[in-house]
Structure formats: structure tokens, C-alpha cells
């Protein structure tokens, strides 16, 4: 027995069986091979073993098989092997479902009649799934998924270049502006689709499926087909993007359409005309053997309304010839089929900007294509509730459409629950593609509220919907602002700075004299003092003993939510600095508590601190910035002994870059108090100077320019840009760069805030390397004169983003850049520009890794520009020189309109 077992150990190389030693002499019978573990209902399974060893011809025998399994030839006397073959269901007594199942030890043995191997197997037999897949197709186009036609396992496309006229009933159609629904019939052109079917396994024999294409549910089954506008329930939101059988898509009409595949049989004998009473169209599908791929032709009308996209269904049904299935493992018996609207889409630009009262103002409606249907293309445009709260007795809001002496004015009241408000239409004629209209919120409208109120400009869905020749909504509106600050505002001080709080409000600061100015004018530009938000936050002489600057005050704003939902609060923090006449280092800060019961705010000089106390030296302040509510940052230049993190530090000029940070504590009711946290000193025994500061992310860096060598060997000759960075918690210098090119290289202005922004007038055409560090051998301007205002967003330290230079082209030239702001990747840049044309003003976006100008405009009255802020991403707050010793606040939207009068 036990040499028996041995021999047994030869039979298969994946199976091996009895003794330890599994080694063979050259005359042991050896059947190679692994045959496959899945079968499929009505598919061939064949696998042809290999053999080796025995003395004479083999001889092979089956065992423990299913009825449908079988050996070709028992001998092969071809070569040393054997084929296995059968097709479950249907050879060894066509049983259909009953072979389905797993077939365990079957056993294949072979002999050379002295001596045989023997092995087992396993066959799991399943079903032959037919299987759907969800497309997209697009009304207007043939669809023709991607198979490729030359496989022989792929039926035959039918002719996919035919674009039959068909003519279409409607069973609801309102014609022209008309709310009437009635029958009525359209020609379109019918574009034919293909739906792949796919039998997973190549059956022995035909196979035939019935299918339908169907709504996705009846149109009277849905729920809410009862609407408040009384429109048929095709029309309601819940349908709208369900195709209709008959008037979207269709399956077949042999009037119509040419004949099928002979793969393909419709069951369909309705004409076209008459299908508005069905819901949807029925064929069979026939697989002939050795075929996994076939076809279900349909028809998308290409009609002329603007629609959702729409979706019906593709159900497989039944099997009735052949082994397969439509809802066992692996089938799929029902997909969707999604058909994308063509009628062309509407975009409504600006999506978001700011507007005066009474001042018309001019929107674009755009297409995404010229309108090339041959007609002429509709919109209805509709005003959206504004964002505020009406109370009672309010005044009511009246905002006007108008397009092309067309008007339609809005009103939205207090005392009305509902204002019915006619749509203003407006048109694209054949080969249009934008048009203008234009947006007036009347002068007498509402009350000004403590923040701006805003509308939305939509075009009205539920109008269009199920109407002729109208365009498509983009799911986009166009966000409109209310500005209440009408009025420019104008005084006379030296060196002014500004910055915007939380609801437009504005602060700013400068010299009159010997006496600093820190004023506060609310959102609506009032300058009088009795009006909210409105304040001349001069300090008392207790507090300011000498109030002469040497230079330029700064202001910094920060605000924090301090309160609940129910109870809300809001604090707001306006910090100041100067130099002052002994040039020391004055700060001082405002905290004003918004709340319910005090609406109008509550200003008091909290606090007050000078660096001069942690110096031997003198200082310059030149930026200021809120690292948080409690963190002031500030930024400078300065000469002696300073105490920083790493001890006392001597300047190594007569001034270096002095970086410092204050906290401040103290509650809501107690007075606050500051200490100094830390302050360091960096610099060269050349001229440095510090541009600004940039708070915001997780180091400080203080930016600017430097003759020296303040990274060692990195000096490239005049004046070279640096970027330090600093530690928040210490101080701790962390990083440091210094580019430019051997001509010099200075910044000028800053605008920090989620990165750096920075600009200046140059000689060079900058450009980066393939570093993205300046480059030095960037080439010179034209004229070879320092006549080249740049704009550059800085990444990591050293690195530049995106440059602009402006002085190349443009109207008006842009001579001297003086000022910037920034609001993501939107960028206000101003300054001097060439011969008469005073003041610039310019925006400029980052588009796909470069700045580009969208804009440019001379301001009239202006010849130069002191400073720029952007209130939430929308409204440009310029404060211009106007050369007769006056300065002036003028506001614009960032499409350039002036805001102000």
C-alpha cells in the first residue's frame, strides 16, 4: 500500500498527494496543467491537460464528474494529453439551471497500463450575466459608446450618420408667452444613440433578451403633479429632469427611422406622431454564438427648449432563449440613460460685485456659444428677495431691470408676504452671444443697515421651463451689493493711511502739523461725529505728550466674535503707531464692543506702549499688523542695543530691521495692558530697509531691500530684495533670502494678507528662473530708465509665484507704482502714470499661474495714489492725492465703476 500511495504523488503538478518525498522517476504518468474553477450556463468550458512520463501511449478516464463534463478522447495519440470539455446546461442531457452549482473532487486519471496518476478538481458553475451600463448622451449629437467595431465578439453597428426630420406631438406646450398648455406637434431632427449590452461569457448558442426603454417613472405616478401654478405635471421641479417618451427620446419607428440590425427587433407599431400616449417602446435582442456585445438603437430629438438634463431607463426584462440572466450575480437588468441639454447656457457676469443707488449700472448676460439655432434665444430675468430683514414701516426696495427700453421694476415690502413681480425679458439675436442690460436699486429704496444689503439677479426656471427658445440657466446668479457711501470724502493731512473694518467703515490716520489724526467714518461716509461709527479718536495730552511724527502713521484692524447666537458680540481692535519726534516707537489701541443693546459701538483708548523702553537706541516705525486680537506685530528700522531672544543685539548700521511683537490682556470691562513679548534686530552695516510685514501665516516675515550682504554671499550688487522670516513664539530668526539683479532692487509697497504681494518701479523686466527666483539676468526696460512699475506674488522665502510688469503696456502708461491691495488672488495695484494722465488704478488676477491685467483706468482729478484696501473681496476703498494738498476717499466695484460721486 504504501508504494501505491507513492505512485499516486505523480498525477498532477497542482495537486500532490500521500508520502513525504514527492520526487518522480522519468516512467510516472504526470498530468500538467490547472483547469479553470468557474463555468457559465451555456458556455463552452474546455481546457486541454498536457502530460508527461509512462512507458507506453497514455490512456485517461474521468471521475466523479458532472453529467456535462466529458473527455474528447480517452487515448491522444497525437501527443502526451487530453482535452476536458462540455457546456453546463445543455451537453450530457440538457438540463439547463439544474448544472448550476459547485462540482467538488472531480477526478482525472492516467495510465500507461502499469502504472497511472490520479488528482481532483472543483468547477463552480454560475449563470451568464447580462449586463447595463448608465451613459451620458447629448441632445443634438449621434452617441456611439466606445467599443471597437472590428472585435469579433461585437455585433454590427447600424448606419449612425442618419439625422432624420420627425415631427413630434406634444401633449402640453405653451406657445409663445402664453400660460395656456395645449397639444401641439414640432419638427426636430432625431439623432440615434447606441446602448451597449453585454453578455459577460460568449454563449454556444443564441440568446435573446427582451428590453424596453421607458420614463423613468410615469409622468401620473409623481408625486406633486398638482403644482400651485397649475402646470402640467411634466413641468413641476420634480419631473424636470425625467425625458418623456414620445417628446424627448423614442425607440423606433418604422416610418421614420431605417430598418435595424437583423440583431435588433422592435416591438414597436405606433407611429411617432402618436407617441405622446405612450410611455415607452419595447424590442427583443438576439446574441448569436460567440457574440458578448450588441446594441439597443434609440432616438434623441434635438428639440429647441432648455432643459435640465433629462433621464429615462433601460430595462432588460426577460430571457427568452438561451442561458443567461438578467438579475443573477454579476447582471445588471436596469441602467440609466442621461441625455445633457444643448439649447446653450446662460451666464449672468459680474457673480458678485457692488452698485450705488440710483446709478444704473451695466451687467452682461453671456452665452456659452453664439446663439446659432436660427432663432431668436430668451431669458427671463427676475430679482431674488434681498438679504436683510424688513420690518414694518421700512420704506419698500424698488430695484429696475432694463434692456433695451424694456423695464421691470422689483419691489420687495414689509407689509407683503408675496410681491408678484413680472420678468424682465431679455433676448440674443441669431449670432449673439452677449447682451448688456442694466440694474438701478432706486434712490428712495429702504433704509441703510449697518452692513451692505444685497440681491441676487436670476434668471427665472420656472418661466422658462417647458417654453420655446429660451436659453439654458447655469444654476449661477449674479450677487448684487448695496453701497450707501455716496459721497466722497476729502481732507488735508501729511502722509495719510487708511484701513477698512468689518462693515466698510473706514479709519485713517496722518499729520496736521505737529497734531496726529485718527478718525473713524462710518459705512455710510458720514464725517459727522454724531452719526454711529463716526469719531475724531484723537488721544488726550495725558496720554501723548508729543504727538510730532517723522514719518508716516500706521493702522492696523482686527475684529473677533466674542458672543453667541443668541447673544452676539463683536469685538473690534484699531491699532496705531508713529514715530515720534525723538524717534521712538509710539503704539497705542482702540477696542470698540459691538452688541445688541450698543449698535453704534463703544470706542476707548485702551492702551498705550513704547518699544523705547527695551532700546538704546533710536526707531522707525514702518508697518503694523494684528497677528490675532491680542497679537500686534510691528515692524521697522532701528540703531543701539536691543534685547532679543538671543540676547542683546547692537545694530551693524546706523539702522537695521527691527521686528517686534506686544501682546495684550485684559476682559471685556478691565483696562488692557501690554508687555512686550519679544523684538529682534537684523541687519547690515549698509543701508536696510523694511517694506512690510506679512502676519498671516506661520512665521512673520518682514520684507524689503538691503545694499549689504545680508545673506552671506548672496549680495548681487545695488540694492537687493530680502525676505526674513521669524518666529511667532520667540522671535527667532528661521529663514532669510536676499535676489535681485546688479542693478537696484527695492520694493516699495506691500499688501500682505494670505500671502505676500509686493511692488515697486524698476529698471528690470522681471522674471524668475527655473527656480522660480528672481532672475538676474532679467533684461532691462526699453528705455533703460527706472519707468517699470512690477507687481510679484512671493511664495515660500525667496521664491516668487507670479509676476507683472506694468510698464510695458496698458493705457494709461503706468509709470510709478505707490500703492496695492490684495483679496485672494484678485489684486488692486495704483500709482503715477505717464504725462498728463495723473493717477493709474489696475486689477489683476492669477490665471493658471500668471498675473493678468483685466483692467486699467486713469482717475480723473488724481495724481497719485496713497493707499488701496478691498472690503470682502468686493469694494475698492482708494485714498488719492489730488495735487492741490487735499486727499480724497473714492470707492469702485472691482469691474472699475466708480462707486462715490
Known amino acids: 500500500m504504501g508504494a501505491e500511495r507513492c505512485l499516486l504523488a505523480g498525477a498532477f503538478a497542482f495537486l500532490l498527494y500521500g508520502c513525504g518525498d514527492t520526487s518522480q522517476s522519468p516512467e510516472n504518468p504526470t498530468i500538467l496543467g490547472t483547469p479553470p474553477s468557474t463555468a457559465y450556463l451555456g458556455v463552452d468550458y474546455n481546457y486541454n491537460f498536457g502530460a508527461a512520463g509512462g512507458d507506453n501511449l497514455l490512456d485517461f478516464s474521468l471521475s466523479n464528474a458532472p453529467s456535462w463534463l466529458a473527455l474528447e478522447e480517452t487515448t491522444n495519440s497525437a501527443r502526451p494529453g487530453i482535452v476536458l470539455r462540455g457546456v453546463p446546461g445543455r451537453t450530457g442531457g440538457d438540463r439547463g439551471e439544474s448544472d448550476l452549482g459547485r462540482y467538488e473532487n472531480i477526478r482525472i486519471t492516467g495510465t500507461d497500463g502499469n502504472i497511472l496518476g490520479d488528482g481532483g478538481f472543483e468547477i463552480q458553475v454560475r449563470h451568464n450575466p447580462l449586463q447595463l451600463e448608465n451613459i451620458t448622451v447629448q441632445e443634438g449629437r449621434p452617441f456611439t459608446p466606445s467599443v471597437d467595431p472590428n472585435q469579433e465578439d461585437v455585433c454590427e453597428f447600424p448606419d449612425m450618420d442618419e439625422s432624420p426630420i420627425v415631427e413630434v406631438t406634444h401633449k402640453n406646450l405653451a406657445v409663445g408667452d402664453d400660460d395656456d398648455f395645449n397639444m401641439a406637434s414640432r419638427e426636430y431632427r432625431a439623432f440615434p444613440i447606441l446602448i451597449p449590452v453585454r453578455l459577460e461569457q460568449p454563449s454556444v448558442e443564441p440568446v435573446k433578451v427582451r428590453f424596453r426603454i421607458t420614463e423613468e417613472t410615469p409622468r401620473q405616478d409623481v408625486d406633486g403633479c398638482a403644482g400651485d401654478d397649475d402646470r402640467p405635471c411634466e413641468y413641476e421641479s420634480r419631473n424636470r429632469s425625467r425625458a418623456i417618451y414620445g417628446e424627448d427620446f423614442a425607440l423606433h419607428d418604422p416610418d421614420v427611422f431605417s430598418a435595424p440590425p437583423e440583431y435588433l427587433d422592435y416591438r414597436v407599431e405606433t407611429p411617432l406622431s402618436q407617441q405622446f400616449s405612450e410611455t415607452e417602446g419595447k424590442g427583443v435582442l438576439t446574441f448569436e454564438p460567440g457574440i458578448t456585445t450588441c446594441f439597443i438603437r434609440a432616438w434623441v430629438f434635438d428639440d429647441h427648449f432648455a432643459e435640465r ?9 426577460e430571457v427568452t432563449e438561451g442561458l443567461a440572466t438578467v438579475d443573477g450575480v454579476g447582471a445588471s437588468s436596469a441602467r440609466r440613460v442621461t441625455i445633457e441639454d444643448n439649447a446653450p447656457e446662460l451666464e449672468l457676469k459680474p457673480a458678485e460685485t457692488v452698485i450705488t443707488r440710483n446709478v444704473p449700472t451695466e451687467f452682461t448676460a453671456l452665452l456659452d456659444s453664439p446663439n446659432s439655432t436660427g432663432e431668436t434665444l430668451y431669458s427671463a430675468l427676475l430679482v431674488n428677495d434681498l438679504d436683510l430683514v424688513l420690518e414694518e414701516g421700512d420704506p419698500d426696495y424698488e430695484i429696475k431691470l432694463s434692456f433695451k427700453g424694456q423695464e421691470e421694476t422689483f419691489r420687495f415690502s414689509a407689509d407683503d408676504d408675496h410681491i408678484e413681480n413680472v420678468p424682465l425679458h431679455i433676448y440674443f439675436a441669431p449670432g449673439e452671444q452677449e447682451v448688456q442690460f442694466e440694474v438701478t436699486v432706486l434712490a428712495d429704496s429702504g433704509e441703510p443697515q449697518r452692513e451692505e444689503e444685497s440681491f441676487e439677479v436670476i434668471s427665472d426656471q420656472d418661466r422658462q421651463f417647458g417654453r420655446e427658445n429660451f436659453v439654458r440657466h447655469a444654476d449661477q446668479s449674479t450677487e448684487v451689493y448695496i453701497n450707501d457711501w455716496i459721497d466722497e470724502v476729502s481732507f488735508v493731512l501729511n502722509d495719510p493711511v487708511m484701513v477698512v473694518g468689518d462693515f466698510g467703515e473706514l479709519y485713517y490716520a496722518g499729520m496736521d502739523g505737529n497734531e496726529l489724526n485718527i478718525r ?30 517723522q514719518s508716516a502713521p500706521r493702522l492696523a484692524f482686527a475684529s473677533v466674535n466674542t458672543g453667541t447666537r443668541n447673544d452676539p458680540e463683536r469685538r473690534r481692535y484699531l491699532a496705531f503707531g508713529y514715530t515720534s519726534e525723538a524717534e521712538n516707537i509710539e503704539l497705542g489701541l482702540f477696542r470698540s464692543i459691538l452688541d445688541d443693546e450698543d449698535e453704534e459701538g463703544e470706542k476707548e483708548l485702551q492702551w498705550l506702549y513704547s518699544p523705547r523702553q527695551q532700546g538704546g537706541g533710536n526707531a522707525e516705525l514702518r508697518d503694523l499688523d494684528f497677528r490675532s486680537s491680542d497679537r500686534l506685530v510691528f515692524g521697522g528700522m532701528a540703531d543701539g542695543n536691543w534685547e532679543t531672544p538671543e540676547g542683546t543685539r547692537t545694530a551693524a548700521g546706523d539702522f537695521d530691521i527691527l521686528v517686534g511683537q506686544i501682546e495684550s490682556s485684559g476682559s471685556a470691562d478691565e483696562e488692557e495692558s501690554a508687555d512686550l513679548q519679544w523684538t529682534n534686530l537684523v541687519g547690515t552695516p549698509l543701508e536696510d530697509q523694511l517694506i512690510g510685514l506679512d502676519v498671516g501665516g506661520t512665521a512673520i516675515r518682514a520684507v524689503g531691500w538691503t545694499l549689504g550682504d545680508l545673506v552671506p554671499d548672496d549680495a548681487l550688487g545695488g540694492a537687493d530684495f530680502f525676505d526674513l522670516s521669524f518666529s511667532p513664539a520667540d522671535g527667532e530668526l528661521t529663514g532669510e533670502g536676499q535676489s535681485g539683479t546688479d542693478d537696484d532692487d527695492k520694493w516699495t509697497t506691500i499688501a500682505a494678507g494670505s500671502g505676500l504681494v509686493l511692488g515697486g518701479t524698476g529698471r528690470r523686466l522681471y522674471e524668475t528662473d527655473e527656480f522660480n527666483i528672481i532672475d538676474p539676468e532679467s533684461p532691462t526696460t526699453e528705455s533703460g530708465e527706472a519707468d517699470n512699475p512690477f507687481v510679484m506674488m512671493l511664495g515660500a522665502t525667496n521664491r516668487v509665484n ?7 503696456s496698458g493705457s494709461p502708461v503706468a509709470r510709478e507704482l505707490t500703492a496695492l491691495a490684495r483679496s485672494g488672488s484678485t489684486i488692486i495695484a495704483g500709482g503715477k502714470s505717464d504725462g498728463d494722465s495723473g493717477a493709474f488704478l489696475s486689477l489683476l488676477n492669477r490665471e493658471g499661474g500668471e498675473l493678468e491685467e483685466e483692467w486699467r483706468m486713469a482717475l480723473e482729478g488724481a495724481v497719485s495714489i496713497a493707499g488701496l484696501n478691498i472690503h470682502e473681496g468686493r469694494k475698492i476703498f482708494v485714498l488719492l492725492e489730488d495735487g492741490n494738498g487735499q486727499y480724497r476717499v473714492r470707492l469702485f466695484n472691482l469691474q472699475g465703476n466708480q462707486l462715490t460721486q
Do not use: H
Open 309 to 317: 438634463d433629462e433621464n429615462f431607463l433601460v430595462e432588460l426584462e
Open 520 to 549: 473713524s467714518i462710518n459705512r455710510l461716509g458720514s464725517q459727522d461725529e454724531s452719526d454711529p461709527d463716526t469719531a475724531n479718536l484723537v488721544p488726550g495730552e495725558e496720554q501723548f505728550t508729543n504727538t510730532s511724527a
Open 802 to 808: 507670479a509676476i507683472a510688469n506694468l510698464g510695458q
